[in-house]
């Protein structure tokens, strides 16, 4: 068995001056303050990576930064998968009794560390370096490719999928940490720059500073606990040119792992955390997992099923669409938001019944999966 | 890059595309490789394109990735379904619709040679 028993998460945006490292202590510090434990506690350390900054040992760069010694650490590269396949082995190592409080920790100085233009051109490297990256395609031109065609296949609309945006704002609105708290419409999305079509400016997910931390323990530190249920992951390809059908895709093998591990079913789930990169990746997600038939996800949204008073409130801080995306960190933000839901915590965002929660993670082009059930208990 | 025996294709500068086919199980891949990468057969056999297919998805880029793709803009990028059966990315007319019969050219792209599909005449 294993808990996440302590959470901490920065704002989002600008954090002028402040390194990967400082990011990451600042997360770590506020985790571990929640867990109601003491710096020495911590035996395991899992971080993700950095582009601003890579190193070849960043959990052991990071633990003598922090002033830790613990005996098990390292880094994990899943892309936007990596928080999750984070939470996956810590969950693995705490219940294996190899390590008792794990911090799973990832921060990232991204916007401000950076050109803007330095940040598309690290991220569109994740392309084919021979067959790809020659044709000068972006993040947002792998995702529009996947985009166009899942529009000509399920006859989703551009304004079906401003849908998404619109309620990740709406979400964000309601979150002081969050980069973007402005109200947006519809209209607002489909007039937005052309970025990579169908995706336009406010269909993708901006540049962030942030810090994300949280602690998986082999047992509950507080009254009411959080435990991870059952997790599984699907791998199908790298690059974007090898990416299988729309109908094999790796989330609905991940989700059906993680229903076999877990032993629930979508009908247990009353809150949703799901990668939200662009909207179309949200919008396939969603309906990958079984949360909206195929082809109606954005039909959900604007009958408030996603919303925060809907049958299935979903990444309820804004998601990486409007809470903000500092790498690894950003996905992260999804569990500490959901942490707070089941635990009673997140204020005037607070859902009715967050007893049970599906968490999502994608990683590169829709090639990297990773599932997660979460549920409270007393 | 490619293996020194590979038959040279648009990635090394030469106006062709090449892919693979299985001598073991029949299957073909485009990415270049010493192996079948479906049954692990080695020395796959090089075979050239006929630059023909179907395309299966577009995205027009506006916000370029560099300032030499940005001299560029707009440009389509596509995947197409290659009558041989490989998927590939190359660029196309920003008028081509998803399941258009396309044929390749080829044209020059931040000083490189790249496929470039049109619709089939």
């Known amino acids: ?378 | 890059m490619s293996g020194a025996l590979g038959m040279e294709d648009w990635t090394t500068g030469a106006e062709a595309i090449v892919y693979q086919s299985c001598r073991a199980c029949g299957s073909v891949q485009y990415f270049r490789r010493s192996f079948c990468a479906a049954c692990g057969a080695a020395e796959p056999e090089d075979k050239r394109a006929s630059g023909q297919g179907i395309v299966y998805a577009t995205s027009l880029v506006v916000r370029g990735a560099t300032p030499e793709a940005r001299a560029h803009v707009p440009y389509n990028i596509v995947l197409v379904d290659t009558e041989e059966g490989f998927r590939m990315m190359a660029h196309g007319d920003p008028n081509l619709n998803i399941g258009d019969r396309v044929t390749a050219r080829y044209v020059r792209f931040t000083g490189r040679l790249i496929p470039y599909f049109a619709r089939t005449e």
């Open chain 1, 1 to 378: 068995m294993s808990f996440i028993t302590g959470v901490g998460l920065t704002a989002f945006g600008r954090h002028e001056g402040s390194s990967t490292l400082d990011l990451m202590s600042r997360a770590a510090e506020l985790a571990i303050a929640d867990a109601g434990l003491k710096r020495a506690e911590i035996d395991g350390i899992l971080c993700g990576y950095t582009t601003i900054k890579p190193h070849i040992m960043l959990a052991t760069v990071f633990a003598e930064h922090f002033g830790i010694k613990p005996s098990y650490a390292h880094a994990v590269q899943v892309g936007g998968a990596t928080g999750l396949a984070m939470t996956m082995l810590a969950h693995t190592i705490a219940d294996a009794g190899i390590a008792r409080h794990v911090l799973v920790v990832s921060g990232e100085n991204r916007l401000t560390g950076q050109s803007r233009d330095a940040a598309i051109q690290t991220l569109a490297q994740v392309g084919h370096p021979d067959y790809e990256v020659p044709l000068g395609p972006t993040i947002p031109a792998y995702y529009g490719l996947v985009a166009s065609r899942y529009m000509h296949e399920f006859g989703v609309t551009q304004q079906d999928l401003a849908q998404f945006a619109v309620l990740m704002r709406d979400h964000a609105i309601t979150h002081p940490g969050a980069q973007f708290r402005d109200k947006i419409t519809v209209a607002d999305v489909m007039a937005s720059k052309p970025v990579a079509m169908p995706l336009k400016l406010l269909d993708c997910c901006p540049v962030s500073d942030g810090g994300v931390a949280f602690i998986v323990s082999r047992e509950a530190t507080s009254e009411i606990g959080v435990r991870v249920l059952g997790c599984a992951q699907a791998h199908t390809h790298q690059h974007v040119t090898a990416m299988p059908a729309l109908s094999e895709l790796g989330a609905e093998i991940a989700i059906a792992g993680a229903k076999k591990a877990a032993g629930v079913e979508i009908s247990d789930v009353r809150y949703a955390a799901v990668y939200d990169s662009f909207t179309i990746t949200l919008a396939m997600l969603l309906e990958d997992l079984g949360l909206a038939p195929r082809g109606e996800a954005a039909a959900r949204v604007r009958d408030g099923y996603f919303s925060r008073d809907g049958a299935m409130p979903l990444n309820t801080h804004g998601g990486l669409l409007s809470y903000g995306h500092c790498g690894v960190g950003g996905a992260m933000a999804h569990l500490v938001e959901t942490q707070l839901q089941m635990t009673g915590r997140a204020g005037n965002r607070q859902v009715r019944d967050a007893s049970v929660a599906l968490l999502h993670g994608d990683g590169g082009v829709l090639s990297s999966h990773v599932s997660m059930f979460l549920e409270r208990v007393r």
